[in-house]
């Protein structure tokens, strides 16, 4: 299961954060400059999930590989803006923590950096104990306002993406319905619309994961990437994806052996799948965590750098 990391994260979230839609800095606001263009790798796309109470985004632009000097990683999220519920006006809303505002509002040395490697930032949403979900809208509109909360952020913020976390709602709470099966087909289909171009990718737990169709509408192929949720196993997401676009391995790093890391990165090239989900980077010299699944997955090691 998740460690005890996320529910401490979801728990500050509720207390310590602001709601997302705050002025954003000019910093912020500015264009993204065009990226460097990444040296070219062959293998699966690797992703980082950060805890950002704890640790810098910058971490994942720290890694390379010994061969070729490619990025370690391909897609960093920020983990984690929250679904919060607005009891006054009975409706969800997108919220931000003093750590994610943080990074955010500081994208130019948060964000940029990583993008300027071509390394593609990604916002995680996560439930944050309120009721509110991403598989109880009440309506197509309320999902539909949501949907445009979050692809406002992703322009105003210069992201690339918006992964959807369905862990910690606590549907019910402050009078909220129970999950429905139009919901979250409803908020996929208007966020795609928004922003056809970007990532939308699935943390496959929860009741949203199980509710992918509704009137004839299937939203499997709308997103970009699903993966695993449980470190230090093998499980293949249950969505209708190709292989190039799954995570059936998943790993805590510096919490899953290296040897189930190399083991699970294997099997990743052997069974052909194309994506290799990693979670915690933090501060500290990693290389040897990170290079247990580049040398399966990219026949290389890989190097830290400060």
Same mark, same amino acid.
């Given at each position: 299961?998740?460690?005890?990391?996320?529910?401490?994260?979801?728990?500050?979230?509720?207390?310590?954060?602001?709601?997302?839609?705050?002025?954003?800095?000019? =910093?912020?606001?500015?264009?993204?400059?065009? !990226?460097? !263009?990444?040296?070219?790798?062959?293998?699966?796309?690797s992703?980082?999930?950060?805890?950002?109470?704890?640790?810098?985004?910058?971490?994942?632009?720290?890694?390379?590989?010994?061969?070729?000097?490619?990025?370690?990683?391909?897609?960093?999220?920020?983990? +984690? =803006?929250?679904? #919060?519920?607005?009891?006054?006006?009975? =409706?969800?809303?997108? /919220?931000?923590?003093?750590?994610? @505002?943080?990074?955010?509002?500081?994208?130019?040395?948060?964000i940029?950096?990583? @993008?300027?490697?071509?390394?593609?930032?990604?916002?995680?949403?996560?439930?944050? /104990?309120?009721?509110?979900g991403?598989a109880?809208?009440?309506?197509?509109?309320?999902?539909?306002?949501?949907?445009?909360?979050?692809?406002?952020?992703?322009?105003?913020y210069?992201?690339?993406?918006?992964?959807?976390?369905?862990?910690?709602?606590?549907?019910? #709470? #402050?009078?909220t319905?129970?999950?429905?099966?139009?919901?979250?087909?409803?908020?996929?289909?208007?966020?795609?619309?928004?922003?056809?171009?970007?990532?939308?990718?699935?943390?496959?737990?929860?009741? =949203?994961?199980?509710?992918?169709?509704?009137?004839?509408?299937?939203?499997?192929?709308?997103?970009?990437?699903?993966?695993?949720?449980?470190?230090?196993?093998?499980?293949?997401?249950?969505?209708?994806? !190709?292989?190039?676009?799954?995570?059936?391995?998943?790993?805590?790093?510096?919490?899953?052996?290296?040897?189930?890391?190399?083991?699970?990165?294997?099997?990743?090239?052997?069974?052909?799948?194309?994506?290799?989900?990693?979670?915690?980077?933090?501060?500290?010299?990693?290389? +040897?965590?990170?290079s247990?699944?580049?040398?399966?997955?990219?026949?290389?090691?890989?190097?830290?750098?400060?």
């Open positions: 299961m998740r460690t005890a990391a996320l529910a401490l994260s979801a728990v500050a979230a509720l207390t310590l954060g602001t709601t997302a839609m705050t002025s954003p800095t000019d =910093a912020a606001a500015a264009p993204a400059p065009a !990226p460097t !263009p990444a040296v070219k790798k062959q293998g699966p796309t992703v980082a999930y950060v805890e950002v109470n704890n640790n810098s985004m910058l971490n994942v632009g720290k890694y390379k590989l010994a061969n070729g000097g490619g990025n370690a990683f391909d897609v960093a999220v920020i983990f +984690a =803006a929250n679904i #919060n519920y607005d009891t006054t006006k009975k =409706a969800a809303y997108l /919220h931000f923590n003093e750590n994610v @505002q943080r990074v955010l509002d500081n994208a130019v040395t948060e940029r950096p990583l @993008q300027e490697k071509g390394i593609k930032v990604v916002l995680s949403v996560l439930g944050n /104990h309120q009721g509110a991403f109880n809208f009440p309506s197509k509109q309320a999902a539909s306002t949501f949907a445009k909360q979050l692809s406002d952020t992703v322009s105003k210069r992201l690339d993406g918006i992964d959807f976390d369905d862990e910690y709602a606590e549907y019910g #709470n #402050n009078g319905g129970q999950p429905n099966a139009s919901s979250f087909v409803h908020l996929v289909t208007a966020l795609r619309a928004n922003m056809p171009d970007k990532i939308i990718s699935l943390y496959n737990i929860g009741p =949203a994961a199980s509710r992918l169709s509704y009137g004839g509408v299937d939203i499997s192929s709308k997103f970009n990437y699903a993966w695993n949720p449980y470190y230090g196993t093998w499980q293949v997401p249950g969505i209708s994806l !190709p292989k190039s676009k799954l995570s059936p391995a998943a790993v805590e790093i510096g919490g899953t052996s290296r040897s189930t890391v190399a083991s699970l990165a294997r099997r990743t090239v052997n069974e052909g799948y194309g994506v290799y989900l990693t979670y915690n980077l933090d501060g500290n010299d990693r290389s +040897a965590d990170v247990a699944f580049t040398k399966e997955l990219y026949g290389s090691d890989a190097v830290y750098t400060r």
